[in-house]
């Protein structure tokens, strides 16, 4: 429950991961300081493949941010947006955070925050598609025992709720999703549009 509770501040956000135990809700935090240098810090135990989704999801907040005005590049420049996965202690790996990671990105850069009892699972491309995962069946079981109500999943697993008993999806909202854009336009409070979400 505690999980689902500290996603209340920008730059905050809830994943679903699937791990050796099984699936488990993954809270990610983002912050921003002014250092000069720029570029992007990543900690809690993330593997290399996590790694890379996040550097993927970063370069598509950063594009989309300096294309729509959200930040300029002189910003992006002098300001290092450090990423954590709180549960140090526990290692994580695989893609299927890139959506995840590239919403707290956004909630962190435009000051919003992300709907309460919401979270997502999917693999983010360059291109801001959102991409297909293994373990939803795990991960549900995991969003419904953390009390999610809304689970953003890729449009290519869609198929997969068929192997999800009623028991676990009563009560829940899947919505499937091609683009990365398709979740910001849904997934954060309030309805300011300034930003094309």
Known sequence: ESEIKKATVPGTNIGLAWTSMGGD?????AIAF???KGGLQLTGQMGDVMKESAQIAFNWVKQYAIEHKI???KWFNKNVIHLHIPEGATPKDGPSAGITMAVTFMSLL????VKPNVAMTGELDLTGAVMPIGGLREKSVAAKRNGIKTIFIPKANERDLEEIP???KTGITFIPVKHAMEVMQNVFRGSAKKYGF
């Open 110 to 113: 435009t000051g919003r925050l």
């Open 34 to 36: 002014e250092d000069g």
């Open 166 to 168: 009623d028991i676990v």
């Open 25 to 29: 809700t993954l809270l990610i935090e």
């Open 71 to 73: 930040k300029d590049v």
